[in-house]
């Protein structure tokens, strides 16, 4: 009758508690690394990189990004470990995905009529999306393996907050790569190849994280 | 000792050093808990709640260092069975007898505190029954066995258990409405 607990006290050893954050940061770090080295050997360097990393556009499209991922990275910490709640920061990068929404349309309404085409469009739309997809990729295998050591419960909201994390991150650093400047395109192009990698996620979620 | 939260928390923590007579306590109390939850909602399947609280022991087992300790036990532990529970109905999409809310969870929270004062009321309500219906109740409702379980250990059919349950919970639903006179 007992034969199971009989078992399970045999195999009993001393477990030293789980630490997500350095479990997910080993796993996100080697995925970085195998994305820029991907970005830099594939799709290569933007030619005036040096000039343009002197620029505020070049920070605030790397930062903004950047930030995304810093709000889901506690939401995903969170969700590695049965009965936490997620917290706000899925409601926080809400917000900032808002406000770059909104400042996006500022610059939109602020351009010239000539040049909102341009301002809009860019001249790499269509290769932005499934370029910081593609980027994206290693980042959210190396998140969802670190995930999968520890015991998420909500596979779809930890998968969402994964793909929100990858995304991010993997827009931060195809970043190198695309030379598009205007507020607009960030808010639209970018946010929105971020998005799919998170609804990716989101879908993918159960099916990755099962345990 | 008597908070549970409390007493299941210290378990975990000497068990997470290795300390087995403390893991055996703890599994033992959690077998019973995954027991009561697990055929509370899989009311008609037996089987399949027997095979969840094997699988839910096992997953604390395995990932029994994602618990912090500074965290709740009972949240992380719930939380852990629920997920088997959801994991079930997904693979066998089976359709739910019960709605999955939080208010399933929070009433598991909830009988932690409420099963002090609950169990002597209890005490006495059941007293007043026959023994073969209190035995019964106590049982199934209480120490969360399948009728099938108690049928065994009292050597009478599922059947008589499922009898002696109902009428035991009528005439104890009687008394608490103040009406003994039919009580026969």
């Given amino acids: 009758m007992n034969d199971i607990i009989d078992d399970l006290v045999t195999d009993l ?11 997910m940061i080993a796993g996100l770090g080697v995925a970085a690394l195998i994305s820029i080295l991907g970005v830099v050997m594939v799709l290569g360097p933007r030619p005036d990189l040096m000039l343009a990393i002197q620029t505020a556009n070049f920070w605030i499209k790397f930062m903004v990004m950047a930030l995304l991922a810093a709000c889901a990275w506690p939401v995903l910490l969170r969700l590695a470990r049965p009965g936490s709640s997620p917290g706000l920061g899925l409601a926080i990068a809400a917000f900032v995905a808002g406000g ?3 400042a996006g349309g500022v610059n939109l309404l602020l351009a010239p009529a000539s040049e909102r085409m341009y301002v809009l469009l860019g001249h790499s739309w269509s290769a932005c999306l499934w370029k910081v997809a593609l980027t994206s990729i290693p980042l959210f295998a190396g998140t969802i393996i670190a995930l999968r050591r520890m015991a998420p419960t909500r ?24 030379t598009e400047q205007s507020l607009t395109f960030i808010a639209s192009w970018y946010l929105l190849a971020v998005a799919l990698v998170a609804a990716a996620g989101a879908l993918l979620g159960p099916r990755l994280l099962r345990w | 000792m008597s908070d549970p939260e409390a007493k299941l928390r210290a378990l975990m923590a000497l068990s997470q050093n290795g300390d087995a007579k403390a893991y055996r306590i703890l599994l033992e109390t959690l077998k019973g808990r995954l027991t009561a939850y697990f055929s509370r909602r899989l009311t008609s399947d037996a089987g399949s709640a027997d095979d969840l609280v094997q699988e839910t022991l096992m997953a604390i087992h395995v990932k029994r260092a994602t618990y912090d300790p500074g965290q709740a036990f009972t949240g992380w532990f719930y939380a852990i069975a629920r997920y088997k529970l959801i994991d079930h109905y997904r693979r066998y999409k089976v ?30 309500l059941l007293a007043r029954l026959p023994e073969k219906q209190a035995r019964a109740i106590r049982m199934t409702k209480i120490t969360g066995l399948t009728s099938a379980e108690a049928a065994q250990a009292m050597n009478v059919s599922e059947s008589a258990i499922k009898v002696s349950v109902h009428r035991g919970l009528k005439s104890a639903a009687a008394t608490l409405e103040d009406d003994p006179g039919d009580r026969s």
Avoid: H, K
């Fill in chain 1, 100 to 102: 770059l929404i909104v």
């Fill in chain 2, 95 to 124: 359709r739910r007898t019960e709605p999955l809310d939080e208010a399933a969870f929070v009433e598991d929270m909830a009988d932690d505190f409420a099963a002090a004062s609950a169990r002597m009321d209890l005490d006495e």
């Fill in chain 1, 13 to 23: 050893t001393p477990a030293e508690p789980a630490r997500p954050n350095a479990t």
């Fill in chain 1, 155 to 178: 596979l779809r909201q930890a998968g969402f907050a994964a793909g929100l994390v990858a995304g991010g991150v993997g827009a931060a650093i195809y970043s190198i790569s695309c």
